[in-house]
């Protein structure tokens, strides 16, 4: 019984973590949203180049991120699954960014997302982080019109 209850709370403490996520990206608060990163991580994301090696390096994709929005920054975590392992875990889910970009342009774009977790020093860090959306092979487009 102490197994399953240490492996609850901790896909609680990954739980507050990425409510805590969720309200940086709201607030656009970059010091925020990079605690909850590794030094060390490594990032697929949506956007070039392939990879981001190193909490700096995506950094500054967060940073485009906040200064491509007008006000706040909308994001919703759907489906999430967390799964620990003693001192790893991981989590997927389909996620929802939205907002008024600078252009007043409004967006809502969902994303796939996974996240590699490891307790680092008695913290939960994601160590690897991937992005992606569906793509239409035969065009070599993304599809982003697509809802879960």
């Not at 994709?61 to 706040?72: D, I």
Request: net charge negative.
């Amino acid at each position: 019984m102490a197994v399953e209850e240490n492996k609850k709370n901790e896909e609680a403490a990954i739980q507050g973590l990425l409510d805590d996520c969720i309200r940086s990206l709201h607030d656009k608060n970059i010091e925020g949203l990079m605690s909850i990163y590794a030094q060390e991580v490594v990032s697929f994301d949506i956007v070039p180049p392939l990879q981001y090696i190193g909490a700096d390096a995506f950094r500054k994709v967060w940073e485009e991120v906040f200064s491509s929005f007008q006000g706040p920054i909308d994001y919703e975590f759907h489906d999430l699954n967390i799964t620990v392992g003693g001192d790893v875990a991981f989590t997927y889910s389909l996620n929802r960014i939205s907002g008024t970009r600078t252009n007043g342009q409004k967006t809502a774009l969902w994303l796939r997302w996974t996240a590699c977790f490891r307790k680092i020093n008695g913290k939960w860090l994601i160590v690897h982080h991937q992005n992606s959306v569906p793509v239409d092979l035969e065009h070599g487009k993304a599809v982003l019109s697509l809802k879960p």
